[in-house]
């Protein structure tokens, strides 16, 4: 029979050989964007930006949450929005470009397809980046796609998504910083004074367990420990002998220095960066 007489199942090998390389800022920058999401939202979703090397490996730098909402069959995408983030972000950095988009949760999913159309119209063949927040496998899994055209000859069938090889790599510091958030669930991230409350609370436990012990000791019930007794003397003499009111004022006082030198902190690092990006934006024009 002649082969013409065939039908040809087939791939489009448009994707053959497409790797990706992901920067830690674009990691944390998504994980943050989902922990600000609108308590309706179940997900979000935004653009990748970034460049193509030399080699053909796709290196993501930067990315931007997309407003949108989503139903079982349709999606609506505020691309309004989506263009002037993109334009702000030019002016600063204007050799990023479109490399692809995001999504949080496991995996693809059924609207994934309509709007990786919309981003194929803003680049050629972009990348599809997921990022599980729900940890549904004890971890942040992060992978990426590219879609991939199902035809039979020359009629368009559907987009399969085929995942592609990522290089995570990072340095020393970037490392420790994101095997803190893969063990740790996104949405309790302590802030400042959450970490400080869980700090207090854990001293006020070790208290009860040394009043407890030297109940124990006194009553009899554990045998007693001198190296310990040392221990626990020298602590109680190390600490100043101040009524609990002078105490009182002593905490509020030092919580108070350090809220506003957190505020200060934060304020500085704003107006280093803001004055960075204008400095950046002057050169550029």
């Not at 001198?226 to 002998?241: C, E, H, M």
């Not at 957190?262 to 550029?284: D, G, P, V, W």
Request: glycine share 6%; with cysteine; hydrophobic share 40%.
């Amino acid at each position: 029979m002649a082969s013409s007489d065939h039908t040809i199942l087939q791939f489009s090998p448009s994707s053959t050989g497409i790797s990706a390389k992901v920067h830690p800022l674009v990691i944390f920058n998504i994980c943050d964007c989902f922990v600000r999401r609108p308590d309706q939202a179940d997900r979000i979703i935004g653009t990748l930006l970034g460049s193509v090397l030399p080699d053909g490996t796709v290196d993501i730098r930067n990315s931007y949450a997309v407003p949108h909402t989503e139903s079982q069959d349709q999606v609506a995408l505020d691309s309004d929005y989506h263009h002037n983030m993109l334009s702000s972000h030019q002016k600063v950095n204007p050799k990023e470009v479109i490399v692809g988009w995001f999504s949080t949760g496991f995996g693809v999913t059924g609207g994934s397809a309509l709007i990786h159309d919309f981003f194929s119209r803003e680049t050629t063949n972009p990348i599809h980046l997921t990022i599980d927040t729900g940890f549904t496998n004890g971890e942040a899994s992060v992978k990426g796609f590219v879609s991939v055209h199902l035809s039979i000859g020359d009629q368009q069938l559907a987009a399969q998504f085929q995942e592609i090889p990522l290089d995570l790599r990072m340095v020393e510091a970037e490392r420790i910083g994101f095997d803190i958030l893969k063990t740790t669930a996104v949405e309790k991230l302590p802030n400042d004074l959450e970490g400080m409350e869980a700090s207090m609370q854990r001293l006020l436990a070790l208290i009860d367990d040394i009043y407890k012990y030297v109940d124990d000791v006194v009553e009899g019930r554990v045998p007693q420990d001198n190296k310990i007794g040392r221990f626990i003397s020298d602590t109680v003499a190390s600490l100043p002998k101040l009524s609990p009111q002078d105490f009182d004022k002593l905490v509020n006082d030092g919580l108070e220095d350090q809220l506003l030198l957190l505020y200060l902190a934060s304020l500085t690092r704003t107006q280093l960066s803001f004055a960075e990006k204008l400095n950046t934006a002057a050169q550029i024009l």
